[in-house]
Structure formats: C-alpha cells, structure tokens
C-alpha cells in the first residue's frame, strides 16, 4: 500500500500543480477578451517569428550534440547522419509528451538498436544526455538564481521569498557532479543501476552544451516578446528557468498551463499579459509543435525507406 502511495504522490503531486497553475492563469488573464490575445500574436513581427525559428533550429542542433557527445564519450561510433534522425526525432517528441527520459529513450532504443548499438550501450547514451540536461539546469540555474535573484510570487506558493535557497541547491548539486566525475571512478553504482560517469573534461563540456541549450530557448521567447527594452535577458533567462522548473516538477506534457503561468506572474509588471500569452501561443507553435510534425514526417519516411529497401534487398536477383 506505501509503495503504491508513493508512485502516486509525484502523479497527485503534479495533477495539483497543474489545475493550480490553470486556476492563476485564468484569473489573471479572464479580463481580458481572447480578441486582445489574437491581436498580440498577429503584431508580432515577421522578423521576431524568423530569428525564433532560426534560434530553435539552432537550439535542436545543440540537444542533437548531447547525443554526439554521449556516443564520443562511451566510445561508440555510430554515423553522425543517424545520430541526428534519432536525438532530433526524441528530442521533438519527448518535449511535446512529458516524462522525457522514458519517451526519449524509447524513441532512441527503436533507431539505435536498428543500426546495431548494444542495448547497454544505448542506457549508457540516455544516461548521460538525461545527466548533461540536469547539470546545465544545476550549473546556469544555480548561478543565476544565487548571483541574480528575484522574488517569487506569493501565488505561486513556493516556500521561499527569493529564488536564491533554489539556486545554492541547484549548484551544490552542479559543484558535486564535478567533484564525482574528477574523484570517483568510472561507474556510479545507486542500487541496482550503475552509472558511467564522464572524464571531468567531458563534463565541462556537458555543462557548455547544456547551457547553450538553455539560453537558445529562452531566446526563442524571448525574441517573440520583443522585450529588450524593458527587462534585460539575463534577467529574463532567471524567470525562464524558473517556469521550466516548475513545468518539469508538473511532469505535464511540456509544462503546458503551468509554464505560462510563471512566466505571466512574472512578467505582468513589465508587459502586458495579451502580448506575453500571444508571444506564449507562438512559442508552443515554433518551438514544440512545428519541430513534432518534421519529427513524425522524417519518422514516416524513415519506416518507408527502411521497408523498402529490406523489400529489396529479400527479391532474387
């Protein structure tokens, strides 16, 4: 009965988040009509929408580099043409579903394991594309939080004023990650799992990727909110971070309802909420749903090409 309970309690956990969160995000915005929000999402710029588009795409080519990484790493040669079809075609789908780890590995075990990659191997790659987009959030999160805090909104209902207790947490966590990769040995063993863990120069450079993947994607909002003038990105990269946290611990398919919840909360003194809901509802389209359905397009070819040719290649000559 307890250890049903405490499978439960992350589901509960984040069911409450996520109605608290859409509870906000109503009464924050339901003085407004939905015509104002319309209107702010056909003032945005052509060329905002353009350098979104350019800064996403250049956001999936870094998340494609940790798959890159990870095969360098365990010393697995795979070509890098098929690292891309598969991290990209994981990457769009575990960031429109939830629970990355599970759908991202299991998208990445289909291809992998196609093209003759041992499945020990493959637990090795998720491991540590999951580990180089944790310690990103630990290292960039932790240092803003901490050198650079905000105060949270009393809405929210997080048992801190100020994000900075959350950023000494988050780069204790970063700090000991490094500390493990440069005096542990090569595994990690926690229960029954075993862990590689990185050489301490390839954790350093999980730690630029990833924090290269983390500005990339706030500057795609950012773009689309137009916002230099009025608050600085850096410290517009604290309050992104902070509604991906809150999304993640949701485990709601990317976050949806509770990311926008944050970032209105947060940014409602400095911007009008139709403009950042409009600038929201582009984002989803830019960042999440138009790289889903080239993900799921270059799956349906993939599966073609793949049948036709075992077609072929099983024809007498």
Same mark, same amino acid.
């Given at each position: 009965?307890?250890?049903?309970?405490?499978?439960?309690l992350?589901?509960?956990?984040?069911?409450?988040?996520?109605?608290?969160?859409?509870?906000?995000?109503?009464?924050?915005?339901?003085?407004?009509? $939905?015509e104002?929000?319309? *209107?702010? !999402?056909? @003032? +945005?710029?052509?060329?905002?929408?353009?350098?979104? #588009?350019? /800064?996403?795409?250049a956001?999936?080519?870094?998340?494609?580099?940790?798959?890159?990484?990870?095969?360098?790493?365990?010393?697995?040669?795979?070509?890098y043409?098929?690292?891309?079809?598969?991290?990209?075609?994981?990457?769009?789908?575990?960031?429109?579903?939830?629970?990355?780890?599970?759908?991202?590995?299991?998208?990445?075990?289909?291809?992998?394991?196609?093209?003759?990659?041992?499945?020990?191997?493959?637990?090795?790659?998720?491991?540590?594309?999951?580990?180089?987009?944790?310690?990103?959030?630990?290292?960039?999160?932790?240092?803003?939080f901490?050198?650079?805090?905000?105060?949270?909104?009393?809405?929210?209902?997080? $048992?801190?004023?100020?994000? *900075?207790? !959350?950023? @000494? +947490?988050?780069?204790?966590?970063?700090?000991?990650y #490094?500390? /493990?990769?440069a005096?542990?040995?090569?595994?990690?063993?926690?229960?029954?799992?075993?862990?590689a863990?990185?050489?301490?120069?390839?954790?350093?450079?999980?730690?630029?990727?990833?924090?290269?993947d983390?500005?990339?994607?706030?500057?795609?909002?950012?773009?689309?909110?137009?916002?230099a003038?009025?608050?600085?990105?850096?410290?517009?990269?604290g309050?992104?971070?902070?509604?991906?946290?809150?999304?993640?611990?949701s485990?709601?398919?990317?976050?949806?309802?509770?990311?926008?919840?944050?970032?209105?909360?947060?940014?409602?003194?400095?911007?009008?909420?139709?403009?950042?809901?409009?600038?929201?509802?582009?984002?989803?389209?830019?960042?999440?749903?138009l790289?889903?359905?080239?993900?799921?397009?270059?799956?349906?070819?993939?599966?073609?090409?793949?049948?036709?040719?075992?077609g072929?290649?099983?024809?007498?000559?």
């Amino acid at each position: 009965m307890k250890r049903r309970l405490l499978k439960l309690l992350p589901v509960v956990m984040g069911a409450a988040l996520f109605l608290a969160a859409i509870w906000v995000l109503y009464h924050e915005l339901r003085k407004y009509p $939905p015509e104002s929000i319309l *209107r702010s !999402l056909e @003032a +945005i710029p052509a060329q905002a929408i353009l350098l979104a #588009l350019l /800064l996403s795409a250049a956001n999936y080519l870094i998340l494609i580099q940790f798959d890159a990484l990870a095969f360098r790493s365990i010393g697995e040669h795979l070509p890098y043409r098929r690292i891309m079809l598969a991290a990209f075609v994981g990457y769009a789908l575990s960031n429109n579903t939830g629970f990355n780890t599970i759908s991202g590995s299991s998208v990445r075990y289909r291809f992998y394991k196609a093209w003759g990659v041992p499945g020990g191997e493959i637990f090795r790659v998720v491991v540590f594309y999951s580990l180089t987009f944790w310690v990103g959030l630990f290292w960039l999160g932790g240092t803003l939080f901490l050198f650079q805090p905000m105060d949270i909104p009393a809405a929210l209902r997080i $048992p801190f004023d100020t994000v *900075r207790p !959350l950023g @000494a +947490i988050l780069l204790l966590l970063g700090v000991a990650y #490094l500390v /493990l990769c440069a005096l542990a040995r090569k595994s990690l063993h926690l229960w029954r799992l075993e862990i590689a863990l990185p050489s301490l120069r390839m954790a350093v450079f999980q730690i630029v990727l990833a924090a290269l993947d983390w500005m990339l994607v706030s500057g795609v909002l950012y773009a689309l909110l137009q916002p230099a003038d009025r608050i600085p990105y850096l410290s517009f990269l604290g309050i992104f971070m902070l509604a991906q946290i809150a999304g993640l611990v949701s485990q709601i398919p990317g976050g949806i309802g509770v990311f926008e919840t944050v970032i209105v909360l947060l940014l409602r003194e400095i911007l009008p909420s139709p403009q950042i809901l409009g600038a929201l509802l582009a984002f989803r389209a830019i960042y999440y749903l138009l790289p889903l359905v080239v993900a799921l397009v270059l799956m349906g070819v993939h599966e073609i090409v793949e049948k036709r040719g075992k077609g072929e290649a099983g024809r007498p000559g």
